[in-house]
Every structure is written in C-alpha cells, then in structure tokens.
C-alpha cells in the first residue's frame, strides 16, 4: 500500500502546527522604516489575497488561526521567534499566493519589500522566491523583478527573511507580490517605500505577458502521455511481510488486461497502460524507495527491483502472457499494453550507494553528479533488460518520478536532479511521468520541472474532506494541464462508505468532464490489487466496483444518482429521471425509461417556451436511454426537458450555470 508515502508529511505539518497557538503577548514590534528621502506607501493600505488554485473544501480552514484583517499592512512586524504572535500571516496549499496592494493614487515606488519566516519543525518554509509587479489600472502589469532566497530551504534553524527589490523608479498605483506556497509560508509586512505622487524622472512600466494557463485537462491518448487513456497502478518488489504480495501472476493480472464478465469471459479490454512502482514498506537493505533521508535505499535496492520487476513468471513477464492471451481471445493480434516503470529516489543521504559505471568508486548522492549517474545507470539497466526480454505484447513508453513531491526543502539542487532525469529519458525516446498528492510541493510547476506530464492525486480517498473536494481537484487539476488519479481505498471490499467515496470520484468524472477528457490513473492497493479482488467476488456490491471502473473506462458511467433512481423505480413505469449535474455547465445527462414500444420525443425549451434543443424524434422500444444535452451557445438560465412517449409526457425543469 502507497497510502503512507501520500500522508504522512501533511499529517505531521497540520499536527504541528496545532501547537502555534495565536499570542499578541509579546507586543507589537513597529515595521522597519522607510529608507531616507523615502515615505511608506503601503502602511494602512488596503489589499487583496489570490490563489493560484483553491483551497475550500481541503485546506482552507488551516489558516484560519493565523488571519488577522490588515496584518500585512498594518506597521508592525512578526516576532522572530515564533509564528504564532499573530501578525504573521499563515498561508496553507494553494500552489501560490498573489496579493495586490492599492495605495488609493499613483505614486513612484523605488522600493519594494516582504518578510518571512522559516520554521521548518511546524513545516512553515521561506519560499523559493517572490516575484513583484506593478500596475497602474491593476489590470495590465509589469513584472519588475523576481527575488529567490539567500537561505537555503534545508536549514534547519528558525530565521526570518526580507525579500527586497530596490532600485526601482516607477509609476503605479497598485503593487503585488506572488510567491509559492509548497506547504506553509508565513509572511508579516509587505512594505512598498518611495515617493507620493509622480517624480518627475519616474518611469512608466512596461506591461508583462500574463502567464497562461492550460485551462483543459491532460487529453486521454496525448503524445505527453504516448497515447494510454487509462493506466492502473501495479505495485511489485520487496515486500518482507509476504513476498507474494510482490509478485503479480497471470491469473491476477488478466482482469486488468481485459475485461471479465460475471461468467469469468473476457469479453473487451480493460486498461491500456500498466506502471510498475515499488512498494514503500521498504526495501531489502532497510532503506525506503521515496525519499527518506534517514533511510536511503543503496545500489542492490534498485537491482532487487528491477530483478522482481522483469521476473519471467511474475510482474512484466507475467503481463506479457496476460496480454497474449486477452489478445487471443478478442482477436485482436497487433494490440500490446503500454508500460511505464517507476523510477526510485536517489537520496542525499546515501554516501555508499555502490559503483554503478565500474569506476571503483561507490557513488556519493550528497553530489548531484553522483545522483545523476544513478539515474543514468538505473534508466540504461531497465532498456537493456526490456530489449533483452523481447516482449511480444507490451510497449515499454516510458518512466515514472517515484517520489510524490518535489522535496525542495530537502534538496537545494532537487529541480536540476528532476529535469536531469526528464531530459536523460526522452533522451532515449522515453516519456517522464509524475504523480504528486495534491497539491504537493511543485504541483504547479510539473512542466517546468521537466515532467512530460502530470497526474495529480486528489486524495479524497484518504482524507476527511467533503466530497466536494474531488470539484476543487478537478479545477486545478483542468486549469493546469494535468490528468487525475482515480483512488480507490483498501477498505472499499468491506466497507459501503469507502465504496462510496470511490463513486464519487466517477460521479465527479462526468459532471467536471474528466471522464471523456483527461487521461486517468487507477490508484489501488498492493497485489493482488483492489480491482482484481473485486473482480472476482461473487458479492453483487463488492463486484460492482469492477464493473462500474470498466463502464468509466469506456465513458459510459451512469453517476450514482442515476443507477439509485433506476434502481428503486418500476421498471414498467413511464419516467422521465431529473438531468444530471444539475445545475450543469455546459452539458449534462438526461436518463429515461419507456415502457412500451412507442414514437418518442426528447425536446428541451427555454423559460419563455421556445424551443431551443430537438434531442429524440423517432421510434423506441423499451428501455432505459441516455442523452447527452449541451448547452453550448445558449445563455445561461432556467430550460425545461418535456419527454413525450405516445399519450404519455413528463417535463423535469434544468438549471445551465456558465
């Protein structure tokens, strides 16, 4: 099981920060002052907080205890011993924080500046950089500058930062500030120094491009993915408490190459991509395949796996007779399986990692260049054994970061390591995917890392959040470029609420759109997985799990609301099924059931009764129908849905929200 990899960081920093109780008892310290020749423009100024990405239904009500209205402005600083003295200002997740001064007229700004604080025990880190921009409309604006840290990230110590630009000479009303939130930044006063009104030598800015976003998903079949709409997690390796566990048989995987009705016949093809990834119970030497400082796995670690990974009885050889076998049934001769391989974390800590290029000398991973010949070696070792086993039903398309973080603050060169691996796999003709829980530090900048793409994690699943989570997730997830983890928990085979919160994740797929438009990964439990065990029961709730993945593979998934309704209702009854999402934007699904062969209409008007939409005009037999209505190009508002079926009509009123 992956799930202590996913949780265990965000559950210490949330705990710890519990302790940073709010105190205004140690005083209020006054703000630094304005440089001579200079007035403070921003003190008392009124200002705004963006995110890149929200945070509503997951982490917002972290940073409730360290708000404070006006803080940021307000002429006094934090202390800098403690986060927790109420005027620094806590912000959780989110990808990044922009916030926009308005100093209420032009002036000439020359100086601009923010302090934060570093606490690394309560997860509180300075951020990687902060960049600042000016406006005279705060809709065209200028980048002026962008100021990275001086400390490094990894420091262990608490200490306190100000980020400063200076040298500037410009007109603008509005300044703002942007800067990434990995976890948790804290910041105290944002000051803006210079001169009221407009010097005469003050300069005009110059409008920057504003950065664009992707603002769609990661397409299912796209290049940045070699062509998988729908991969499955398959975990294998080392495992001390049952080696078994490790080794994934052909009985165990050929449910997840073709589909298996409920008399045991394949009957289509289930998932197109398979990644291999190890367990994180550990590895054979102790140590751990993510990143784990106190327990960094060594060269024989890596060899394990790979030796576990191309078993010819178990794992790829076991898929590849899988495959053959699903292919041979379906007829279908020319089909292969697409594979991706995870890639383990080299980790700093190991100083005796071993000789991977024969130079007699064990590698040191404190160096860049050593872990850089560990990734080299690793990805070189993994071609030179796929070529060797000559798989004749699988295509190896690429590799996958293990790690589900970028540890920024761990590694001061983690960024270059990354891109050094993306360049270094399609260097031989490979893809570098990655898999961050969400929100995780460098979530929002996976293509800048050098990833080919990214899914990211929800992690509803595991979490105490509502469901409406998954839409939060969605919408970053879309506004980024990225795809998303379908994540089903171990306890979803005895446990109807865990079964649950797995619908929802398929329920969310059609209403946000994910389920025709983004590629998805399946994220279950070790071998033999979730869908295997589901597979095969002969318990109706407990099968309907696989049954209901295959029909989201295939984008013909009926949200939950749906399958209840048709379920409690007569079959014999005439109804017409209230659309669904509803409110809806742009499409949504309109269910019904005729029971009698009979000339039926489906017909959509608008609140004046004109008729906007003609979606069903012929005959039916009896039966349940699904029709998609899109509501593209209309306005938004109230439409009614009017079924008719021989003397028979029912009219279910639908709400369009752009």
Request: charged share 15%; with cysteine.
């Amino acid at each position: 099981m992956n799930w202590p990899s996913r949780t265990i960081r965000n559950i210490f920093i949330f705990g710890m920060l519990a302790f940073g109780m709010i105190s205004n008892g140690l005083g209020e310290t006054p703000a630094p002052s304005p440089p001579t020749g200079m007035v403070n423009l921003s003190q008392g100024k009124p200002y705004s907080v963006y995110q890149l990405v929200s945070t509503q239904y997951s982490f917002a009500a972290n940073e409730t205890p360290y708000y404070l209205k006006g803080a940021l402005t307000d002429g006094y600083i934090g202390s800098s011993a403690t986060f927790g003295d109420g005027q620094w200002q806590g912000y959780n997740h989110g990808g990044s924080r922009t916030i926009v001064i308005d100093m209420g007229q032009v002036n000439t700004v020359r100086q601009i500046q923010e302090r934060f604080i570093h606490y690394p025990s309560a997860g509180i880190y300075f951020p990687r950089w902060v960049t600042y921009a000016l406006s005279l409309n705060d809709t065209d604006w200028a980048n002026v500058g962008t100021v990275n840290t001086s400390i490094p990230l990894s420091t262990s110590r608490v200490e306190t930062q100000t980020y400063m630009l200076s040298g500037l000479n410009y007109q603008a009303r509005y300044v703002k500030m942007t800067f990434p939130v990995d976890v948790w930044v804290f910041a105290d006063e944002f000051q803006v120094f210079g001169d009221l009104g407009i010097a005469d030598s003050a300069m005009m800015p110059q409008v920057t491009r504003p950065i664009a976003y992707p603002d769609m998903y990661c397409a299912p079949a796209s290049p940045t993915v070699a062509g998988i709409k729908n991969m499955v997690l398959i975990y294998n390796g080392y495992y001390a408490f049952n080696q078994s566990l490790g080794q994934n048989t052909v009985e165990e995987l050929t449910p997840y190459v073709g589909y298996e009705n409920t008399s045991g016949s394949i009957t289509d093809f289930m998932f197109d991509g398979f990644l291999f990834l190890p367990y994180v119970a550990g590895a054979p030497s102790g140590g751990m395949y993510y990143c784990d400082p106190s327990h960094p796995t060594v060269m024989s670690d890596w060899s394990y796996y790979l030796d576990n990974t191309f078993d010819s009885l178990y794992n790829l050889g076991a898929l590849n007779t899988a495959t053959g076998n699903v292919k041979k049934i379906l007829n279908k001769s020319s089909y292969k399986v697409k594979v991706e391989i995870a890639i383990p974390y080299p980790t700093l800590t190991a100083t005796n990692f071993g000789d991977v290029d024969g130079d007699g000398i064990s590698e040191n991973l404190t160096y860049l260049s050593d872990r850089e010949k560990v990734i080299k070696w690793y990805v070189d070792q993994v071609m030179t054994k796929w070529d060797s086993a000559k798989y004749t039903n699988l295509e190896l398309v690429g590799f996958y970061w293990y790690e589900e973080q970028a540890d920024f603050t761990v590694d001061d060169s983690e960024a270059a390591m990354i891109r050094y691996a993306g360049n270094y796999v399609r260097s031989k003709g490979k893809i570098l995917n990655w898999i961050p829980f969400y929100q995780a530090p460098g979530f929002a900048e996976w293509d800048s890392l050098g990833f080919d793409a990214a899914v990211m994690q929800p992690n509803y699943a595991f979490n105490n959040w509502p469901p409406q989570e998954l839409g939060e997730a969605a919408d970053a997830i879309k506004k980024l470029g990225m795809g998303i983890e379908i994540e089903i928990h171990w306890d979803a085979l005895s446990s109807s609420s865990y079964r649950s919160r797995y619908y929802a994740y398929l329920d969310y797929g059609v209403s946000k759109g994910y389920m025709a438009g983004a590629v998805h990964f399946y994220y279950q439990n070790g071998g033999p997985g979730t869908f295997y065990q589901s597979c095969i029961s002969n318990i109706p709730a407990i099968r309907n799990i696989y049954d209901q993945t295959y029909a989201f593979i295939k984008g013909t998934y009926l949200p939950t609301i749906i399958r209840e309704g048709m379920a409690n209702r007569p079959q014999e009854s005439f109804q017409l099924l209230q659309n669904y999402p509803n409110p809806f934007n742009p499409t949504t699904e309109i269910q019904y059931y005729i029971p009698t062969p009979a000339m039926v209409s489906l017909k959509v008007y608008d609140i004046l009764g004109k008729k906007v939409a003609e979606l069903v005009n012929q005959f039916q037999r009896p039966g349940n129908y699904t029709v998609r209505f899109d509501a593209l190009g209309l306005p938004s508002g109230i439409y009614f849905c009017r079924l008719q079926s021989g003397s028979l009509s029912m009219t279910r009123k639908m709400v369009f929200v752009k």
